[in-house]
C-alpha cells in the first residue's frame, strides 16, 4: 500500500469512527462534519485512483451521503 492510500485509510477510519461516535452521542452537528470529511477523503481517494470499497461500505457511503444533505 502507498503511502497515500495509508493515510487516506487511516483518515477514512478515523471520520468513520467519528460518525458512529457522533450519532451515539446524538450530535447532530458532529454527524454532518463527519460525514463530510468522510466524503471529501473518498473523493480524494478516488482522485488518486484508490478504491475504497474495501474500507467504506455501501451503507456507510449512503448513511454518510445522506448525514450531509
Excluded at 471520520?15 to 454532518?32: D, I, K, L, N, Y
Aim: hydrophobic fraction near 45%.
Amino acid at each position: 500500500m502507498s503511502e497515500v492510500a495509508r493515510i487516506l485509510r487511516e483518515r477514512i477510519e478515523a471520520a468513520q469512527h467519528g460518525v458512529e461516535q457522533a450519532e451515539r452521542a446524538g450530535h447532530e452537528h458532529e454527524v454532518h462534519l463527519h460525514s463530510a470529511r468522510l466524503l471529501e477523503l473518498i473523493d480524494r481517494a478516488r482522485e488518486h485512483g484508490i478504491d475504497v470499497s474495501e474500507w467504506v461500505g455501501q451503507g456507510a457511503l449512503a448513511a454518510a451521503a445522506e448525514n450531509v444533505r
